[in-house]
């Protein structure tokens, strides 16, 4: 069982940018996929992201593809989201998963959320 924790979420304005982090606790934290999803009020979780176990791949949904920017630091066993350019509509609660079928799941393992909300 890997234990996630969000952080890094609030109130941006649209066009600005937010920075999520996801601390696992599990080793070796190199061992597996990790993603964001998303989740808008109303709306189905969503994927928006996911990197493999080095690192070396990404995937990115159409919607933030060249916006949203996943990365993963081994050294402090955390997962990053870099969002730029941001929208109303990517208003949501952002959600890290991980040990899973990459890129976009199955995942086993799900943090608590984030908050982002974006205004126009």
């Known amino acids: 069982q890997v234990h996630l924790v969000e952080s890094g979420g609030g109130l941006v304005q649209a066009g600005g940018s937010l920075k999520l982090s996801c601390a696992a606790s599990?080793?070796?934290?190199?061992?597996?996929?990790m993603a964001w999803f998303r989740q808008a009020p109303g709306k189905e979780r969503e994927f928006a992201a996911a990197i493999s176990w080095s690192g070396g791949s990404t995937h990115y949904a159409d919607s933030v593809k060249g916006r949203f920017t996943i990365s993963r630091d081994h050294a402090k066993n955390t997962m990053y989201l870099q969002m730029n350019s941001l929208k109303p509509e990517d208003t949501a609660v952002y959600y890290c998963a991980a040990v899973g079928t990459y890129p976009t799941g199955p995942y086993n393992n799900w943090g608590q959320g984030t908050q982002v909300t974006v205004s126009s």
């Open positions: 599990e080793h070796p934290f190199s061992a597996y996929a």
